[in-house]
């Protein structure tokens, strides 16, 4: 039983196109996380859901846009792919916003050539 | 300057050895502080999880956190080949608050 699924596992697409990483967790939590990982595994916050409701929303290009239809679902739109959103996106999630531990995903590896 | 600073590694020990990995910060307003393991193509995992200043001990693993200092470590008593992995060190300035990453230390245990 997986805790925490991301879907694809692998992303290889053109520059300029527009693409989608689902992220589910079956482990009822409340709160769900996007994270990139850049080639040196820096790991990055880039948004945080609380009850479907934005609650972290870094400084991350208004290209990105997550969607949360409901609490165990995050998804990630990613309009006109740059060469440098060539990263891994991990997807987590927390059982309340205010509680550390955070069960990651596998990660969706995106490459943009 | 990074927030949190982490020496990428990599560090390569022989089995048996004690693993000693390490994180500095900046701001002193951090107050909860944990580490991650993350093997090859896998997402991170929560090892230690530490309040303040202080240690906690689990099984092979010792956290220690020196808010004076500003200065956290990760230590791994007799290490295992299956202790290969990067080791992210994590922290937050409020329960539940943003955690802050550093950038990983890539940790090889050799048989």
């Known amino acids: 039983d997986t805790a925490v699924s991301q879907t694809p596992k692998y992303l290889v697409t053109q520059m300029g196109n527009d693409k989608s990483i689902k992220c589910e967790q079956n482990?009822?939590?409340?709160?769900m996380y996007w994270y990139k990982q850049d080639s040196k595994k820096f790991l990055k916050i880039m948004f945080s859901y609380n009850n479907k409701e934005l609650i972290i929303n870094e400084t991350v290009p208004n290209r990105f846009s997550p969607k949360s239809p409901d609490k165990a679902h995050l998804n990630l739109h990613i309009n006109s792919l740059e060469l440098g959103d060539s990263a891994v996106y991990f997807c987590?999630?927390?059982?309340?916003?205010?509680?550390?531990?955070?069960?990651f995903g596998p990660g969706t590896r995106l490459l943009v050539l | 300057q990074k927030e949190v600073e982490q020496d990428p590694g990599p560090l390569s020990v022989p089995e048996g050895a004690i693993v000693s990995l390490n994180c500095t910060y900046s701001?002193?307003?951090?107050?909860?502080f944990m580490w991650y393991r993350q093997y090859s193509r896998k997402g991170p995992e929560l090892l230690m999880y530490?309040?303040?200043?202080g240690n906690k001990e689990d099984g092979r693993f010792t956290a220690q956190v020196d808010k004076s200092s500003k200065y956290i470590s990760l230590f791994i008593r007799d290490s295992q080949p299956s202790d290969s992995a990067t080791y992210l060190c994590a922290m937050s300035r409020v329960e539940g608050g943003k955690l802050i990453f550093g950038q990983g230390t890539e940790l090889s245990v050799k048989p």
């Open positions: 530490t309040y303040s200043s």
């Open positions: 987590a999630s927390s059982q309340q916003a205010g509680v550390e531990t955070q069960y």
């Open positions: 482990l009822g939590h409340d709160t």
């Open positions: 701001n002193s307003a951090f107050q909860y």
